[in-house]
């Protein structure tokens, strides 16, 4: 049993992409979210801001919400007028208040700091959204692949995981959601929001499959389109308007499968690296230590096999 919970091959279910990006991130973080599952305490002090995971959520709920209203009634391409910034508006103050309703915070003045800044992420995404809109249109999103439920409307969805073959006999199940995908004149555009800051290092940006969902990404949507090829596929950093681009042929490639199959074997070998670089935006720092004390430890035992080899997940681009 504790097998199937720990190796993405043995797995009775398919493995979600998210999940094996956050195993290449940090080991130690998949284990306590995906195998331990230890519960945060209840918070003892009173809501003062949108915490990082509330806040992409909330993007994206609006996002989704704002870009279908605008399809289903023909409105696209997306138009930056003040009837688009209301409607806009309305939509992040709905989103903001569910976040809140029934606990509403006393710090007002914080919170309301808060809800400003959400606020101008989304009109500003707005506007870029318009700039952008000659290139490609939005057409669906929340694309499913690989999962036991299958959402209602009118998005095409994928039932059976993405299966892929790792080149050495076994074969990997992943499963998924697109954010989004836009057509344009020659193919498909596939897009995964995120909040926060975009990395400075674009070179090394999927280097150990720290964004591994781009690629499943990309293998998903060759099944759900056939005959439409993906174009372009990007990390879309909204809170600096910044994209981060992904080769989409980098997904069929050998060296994408060798990444695939030094992870799904770490993992299997219950090999769960702490990695300073990931506590920056970790829920879990009171149970692993204060980063210095990571970066410490793993100095003292940089000769370790396995601490070397999980490592060298950083050299696969």
């Known amino acids: 049993d504790l097998r199937a919970r720990l190796a993405p091959l043995a797995a009775r279910h398919p493995v979600s992409a998210s999940r094996l990006a956050t195993y290449a991130r940090c080991g130690s973080l998949y284990l306590l979210q995906n195998v331990l599952r230890p519960q945060p305490a209840p918070e003892p002090e009173e809501r003062r801001r949108i915490d990082p995971l509330e806040r992409g959520n909330l993007f994206h709920e609006v996002a989704e919400r704002f870009l279908r209203e605008r399809r289903d009634r023909g409105e696209l391409p997306v138009r930056d007028t003040e009837a688009a910034r209301a409607r806009l508006r309305e939509m992040a103050e709905e989103a903001l208040f569910g976040l809140v309703e029934g606990r509403p915070p006393r710090f007002t003045l914080l919170w309301e700091r808060e809800k400003r800044r959400f606020h101008e992420t989304v009109q500003l995404w707005l506007a870029r959204e318009t700039l952008a809109a000659e290139r490609s249109t939005p057409a669906h999103f929340e694309v499913g692949f690989g999962l036991d439920r299958v959402p209602d409307g009118a998005e095409p969805h994928l039932r059976d995981p993405v299966e892929i073959d790792l080149g050495d006999g076994r074969s990997l199940r992943v ?122 430890r793993q100095a003292i035992k940089v000769r370790d096999r396995a601490l070397q080899e999980y490592l060298r997940l950083r050299d696969v681009s």
Request: charged letters at 30%; hydrophobic letters at 40%.
């Open 175 to 296: 499963s998924g959601r697109i954010d989004r995908i836009d057509r344009r004149s020659d193919g498909l555009v596939l897009r995964d929001y995120k909040t926060g800051r975009a990395p400075r290092d674009d070179g090394g940006v999927f280097r150990g499959g720290k964004q591994l969902q781009i690629p499943f990404y990309v293998l998903a949507a060759a099944r759900l389109f056939p005959g439409e090829p993906v174009v372009e596929a990007f990390l879309d950093y909204v809170d600096g308007g910044r994209q981060v681009a992904f080769r989409p042929e980098v997904a069929t490639g050998a060296e994408f499968r060798l990444l695939l199959r030094r992870l799904v074997d770490l993992v299997a070998r219950g090999v769960f690296v702490q990695e300073p670089s990931a506590c920056d935006l970790c829920d879990f720092t009171e149970v692993c230590g204060p980063k210095p004390l990571l970066q410490r």
